[in-house]
């Protein structure tokens, strides 16, 4: 306690002060015990000064029992605490930053559950974590406390082929789980475009989707049991391997809850046979209009591909330089379009989807000749967000959906915004489900054009909802959109999703911060100096 | 690197962005002099993660620190002052096996191999190693491997060694073990009982009508280790209708100086083998080494733009060409007898991944009759060799090698076909100490095997 004297009296002075001890007078309030040991400068750097002052006390430091009482649990080498490790999981595949207190490495179950009672002993959030390759800051410890990498959780459990079942740890890689099934004729179906990198665990807290949504559906659809610890080191199966359990379908409720009900640490997952065909068509448009035209008529033909992605001229430009696909330089927009199924289906549905394209003045339609073209098309698409990296510092990518038949009038309203703010906007998408993933360029070292880059990302994603749709199709809310919750949920709504989390995770240690614009638990101190700023516009109270 | 504020959205819409640029910015470099990591090239990574599961440190241990994007990361801290350029950074910095998986896959185009070398070569002058340490990189890197004299005089030593009964009693008194040598000791590569020094300066007419004129290659540690392969490439380019040159005065390609930050070294051998190989008109510079013909095709790294050897280096390495490459571009001609043998082929990081070649040591071996391919999982992870690290972090490098033999042992192959030296003898390591029995072949020896007159 001295020691955290010594250090208030160091650091705090001058604006913070007040605000300072009121935080810390919740913090006493709530328990929160855990006292400053390591000091992070960096904060500081972080935003408004009082506020990140703040943050510094409360969030910065990792209790010296409880750094015992973990590398006594799990062993040293699972567990992080030096400032220079733990700055390196301060990001995601986000521009979300912020740093945790300490990172440690499961390997089972119960080294989780042993972790959760650790945390709710020391009130320390709790932050789950697989790859971090999210886009939402669903993994970033927003607000300290401790991040729980399953990176080591990454066993496949059981094949059970004539069931088309598998069981895995969370920290399975996707991809890896398809590759490990596909001699036995079968594939786990969702497929983000992260999928060589991201875990089965981060997919199910994410409930991702992929190109392949359109026809196979997101990660809840193919998830029929999981193994979760609650906050409270309950540990819970919830579902199981049967199509449809009785009672009420936590199983879905848990997926896509972004890391706030629980940790999950070990899933069932459906596996799907692998189409006996597949076909993929490249349409290359010389319109924009003429390309989101077609998607709408191909879906009113009552065709249902497997895929149906579009890509504007620039995104093809800058991931050309990468694939080498072939794909043409001068052109508006080509579509990606998979069909799949029986081998006849397949022929019927390729020339019936050809003749919508051509219809809609397709300049040209190609139908990939085997195995390896198709790759190379889709290596295209599923590269094209890292490929902005080629000619841009940074770049932030949007997730917005409209219905599809929106999509022209969408990428109109994309257009005008972005010569509003003068910024480069490539536009990539699962055209068949109206998903929009808008790539805005930017340079971080520029502060005007990040706060252009946001301002008219809000614009799109405002716009999406004006036409029907949402703030978010498959990339979660996590820390970057939870102010624009109230966009498209009323506050009776969060309320009762709020009221959701609380039955499982009822003091908010479980990823705080996340989802809702106003988030319980320690997070609530940290908004108390925001609201007293300029409040955003999105926010209640 | 995007280093925004976290609670940017949070904080009224933007107004905590204002405040990001901050002291830290302000902040010293902990880089310094002109072989550093530039902005231009680390701000590409835009920290999407899709290089950790390619990455092999990352596969063992899970943790950032040792990923691709974990490392450009430091780097990206240290160049902006809020990362000392110290223990921390230099362990993760040595544990990278410069393999380059990670450029493959990344969609941003990141030249993570150009980003390590700098960062090790700010280590190099930035940071003091422990004097042990010190003083062998001096030796080895410094005194030993740019003078040819000196490594033949160093391999007669290790051939005494290996040759007297000295080895045999260092293994059973334990004495290796106590020197923590006993690890290492297994991978040392056998000495040759005729070196590769003759042949320097020679001229290999071409067995049939002259299709090309190349030079060739000869490596440094090579001379002494691979000299029987150097044979080999020879006889396989000749009979493939080249004529074959060994330049002279050509040295050490300064691969390993340069990967492990020496780059003044580096950058000399650079220069003396663009001087000994510029005259001669060879329709390309051959090596059998993909160690060597990575950094050979980038020896412009070495020069800035406006420096005259940078053009000279372009024109150089454009004329470079992995023996795989070169003989698959070219076509084979020579009459190949059948082998039959079962192989599989591990990818040499820095052919597949390093100069993107992938498919033409695939197709040479296909083009051997008798000989089934049968494909290994993970082909293109490293085998833990990569260049010394075997020796500087051989815990690592073993444990990797264990992943690639169980990876081998799934394919039931009778020999490992790979491209590059330091592949070659970490995999013949590998099979003894796995006892998996398996030989372990270079792209030309399986190619050569099939041209020799008689029966092996």
Redesign the interface.
């Known amino acids: 306690m001295k020691f955290a004297a010594q250090r208030l009296n160091r650091i705090h002075h001058g604006a913070g002060f007040a605000a300072l001890h009121a935080a810390l007078a919740i913090c006493r309030e709530r328990r929160i015990v855990w006292l400053p040991l390591v000091d992070a400068p960096e904060r500081r750097d972080y935003s408004a000064e009082g506020y990140s002052r703040i943050k510094a006390i409360c969030a910065a430091k990792m209790n010296a029992k409880l750094l015992h009482d973990l590398k006594e649990l799990l062993g040293p080498d699972a567990v992080l605490h030096r400032p220079e490790e733990l700055m390196l999981y301060e990001y995601d595949g986000s521009v979300e930053t912020a740093r945790p207190d300490c990172v440690v490495f499961p390997r089972t179950t119960a080294d989780v559950e042993g972790i959760v009672r650790l945390a709710q002993q020391h009130k320390a959030p709790l932050v789950g974590r697989g790859a971090g390759t999210g886009l939402s800051g669903g993994a970033i410890a927003r607000h300290g406390g401790i991040v729980t990498s399953f990176a080591r959780m990454n066993r496949i459990l059981e094949i059970d082929a004539e069931n088309q079942i598998a069981r895995v740890q969370p920290g399975v890689v996707n991809s890896d789980l398809s590759a490990a099934v596909a001699h036995l004729g079968l594939h786990f179906a969702p497929d983000p475009s992260s999928q060589k990198a991201c875990t089965i665990g981060g997919n199910v807290s994410e409930n991702s989707g992929g190109p392949h949504t359109l026809a196979y559906g997101v990660t809840t659809n193919h998830v029929l049991a999981l193994e979760v610890v609650l906050p409270t080191g309950e540990l819970l199966h919830l579902g199981n391997s049967a199509l449809d359990s009785p009672g009420y379908d936590l199983t879905g409720l848990f997926v896509g809850s972004e890391g706030t009900f629980g940790l999950v640490t070990e899933i069932t997952v459906k596996l799907t046979r692998l189409p006996e065909a597949v076909k993929t068509l490249l349409a290359i448009f010389d319109t924009i209009d003429d390309a989101t035209e077609t998607v709408a008529e191909i879906t009113a033909r009552g065709i249902t591909p497997a895929a149906c992605e579009m890509l504007d001229g620039w995104t093809i430009r800058a991931v050309e330089d990468y694939v080498h696909a072939g794909f043409p330089l001068d052109c508006a927009a080509i579509l990606l379009i998979d069909v799949d199924g029986l081998r006849e289906v397949t022929e019927v549905e390729a020339a019936e989807v050809e003749d919508v394209c051509r219809v809609h003045r397709a300049r040209e339609v190609r139908v990939a000749r085997d195995a390896r073209e198709r790759d190379l098309l889709w290596k295209g698409r599923k590269n094209a967000f890292g490929a902005a990296g080629r000619v841009s510092p940074s770049y932030y990518t949007q997730d917005g959906v409209i219905p599809r038949t929106k999509l022209p009038a969408t990428l109109r309203r994309i257009g005008e915004i972005s010569r509003k703010y003068n910024l480069q906007i490539g536009n990539v998408f699962h055209a068949g489900d109206g998903n929009l993933h808008p790539i805005i360029l930017f340079d971080e070292r520029n502060q005007q054009q990040f706060r252009d880059t946001v301002a008219a990302a809000d614009e799109i994603i405002a716009f999406c909802v004006q036409a029907g749709g949402s703030i978010t199709g498959e990339h979660g809310v996590g820390m970057e959109k939870d102010r624009l919750m109230p966009l498209i949920f009323s506050e009776a709504d969060l309320s009762l999703m709020q009221s959701v989390r609380g039955i499982f995770n009822p003091e908010g240690l479980l990823n705080p911060g996340k989802i809702f614009p106003d988030s319980k638990g320690c997070g609530e101190i940290y908004a108390r100096p925001r609201r007293e700023g300029a409040a955003p516009s999105a926010r209640q109270s | 690197?995007?280093?925004?504020?976290?609670?940017?959205?949070?904080?009224?819409?933007?107004?905590?962005?204002?405040?990001?640029?901050?002291?830290?910015?302000s902040k010293r470099s902990g880089f310094s002099g002109a072989d550093k990591p530039e902005y231009a090239d680390y701000?590409?990574?835009?920290?999407?993660?899709?290089?950790?599961?390619?990455c092999p440190t990352y596969r063992l241990w899970?943790?950032?620190?040792d990923s691709p994007r974990?490392r450009i990361?430091?780097i990206a801290?240290v160049d902006e002052g809020?990362?000392?350029l110290a223990e921390?950074?230099v362990e993760h910095i040595d544990r990278c096996l410069d393999c380059r998986a990670c450029e493959t896959?990344?969609?941003?185009?990141?030249e993570y191999g150009k980003l390590v070398e700098f960062a090790r070569a700010q280590i190099e002058t930035n940071y003091r190693r422990p004097i042990a340490s010190r003083v062998i990189r001096d030796l080895v890197y410094r005194q030993l491997l740019p003078f040819p004299r000196r490594i033949s005089i160093a391999a007669r030593a290790l051939r005494l060694y290996q040759r007297s009964g000295l080895a045999p009693l260092a293994r059973r008194t334990g004495i290796l073990r106590l020197l923590g040598l006993r690890e290492r000791e297994r991978l040392l590569p056998k000495i040759d009982s005729d070196f590769f020094f003759n042949e320097l300066g020679r001229l290999y007419p071409a067995h049939t009508a002259r299709r090309a004129r190349v030079a060739f290659f000869a490596g440094c540690v090579a001379l002494v280790t691979f000299s029987e392969l150097n044979r080999a490439t020879i006889r396989v380019l000749q009979a493939n209708g080249c004529e074959v040159v060994v330049p002279e005065s050509q040295r050490c390609c300064g691969a390993l100086a340069a990967h492990a930050g020496v780059r003044d070294v580096a950058r000399e051998l650079a220069r003396a083998n663009i001087a000994a190989f510029t005259d001669g008109h060879f329709d390309a510079i051959v090596t059998n080494a993909a160690g060597c013909g990575s950094t050979l095709k980038e020896y412009a790294h070495f020069f800035p733009a406006d420096d005259p050897n940078h053009a000279r280096a372009q024109k150089f390495a454009a004329t470079v060409r992995d023996v795989s490459e070169f003989l698959d571009d070219l076509g084979l001609v020579a009459p190949m007898r059948p082998v039959p043998l079962r192989v599989t082929y591990q990818d040499s990081c820095h052919l597949a991944h390093g100069q993107k070649v992938r498919e033409a040591p695939r197709t040479l071996i296909r083009a051997v009759p008798g000989v089934e391919l049968v494909e290994m999982p993970l082909a293109d992870q490293c085998c833990g060799s990569a260049g010394v690290y075997n020796v500087t972090q051989t815990k690592a490098s073993l444990e990797l090698l264990a992943l690639k033999m169980d990876s081998v042992r799934q394919t039931k192959a009778q020999a490992i076909v790979t491209a590059n030296p330091g592949c070659i003898l970490q995999l013949r390591a590998g099979s003894a100490i796995h006892g998996t029995g398996q030989e372990v072949l270079h792209v030309v020896e399986l190619l050569d095997r099939a041209l020799a007159p008689q029966g092996w």
């Not at chain 2, 107004?15 to 830290?24: K, L, N, V, Y």
């Not at chain 2, 920290?47 to 599961?53: D, E, K, P, R």
Request: charged share 15%.
């Open positions: 690197m995007s280093s925004t504020s976290s609670e940017a959205h949070t904080d009224g819409g933007n107004a905590g962005r204002q405040t990001a640029p901050s002291a830290a910015q701000s590409r990574c835009v920290h999407c993660g899709l290089c950790l599961n390619h899970h943790e950032e620190a974990g990361r430091q801290l809020k990362l000392a921390s950074f896959v990344c969609p941003s185009g990141v």
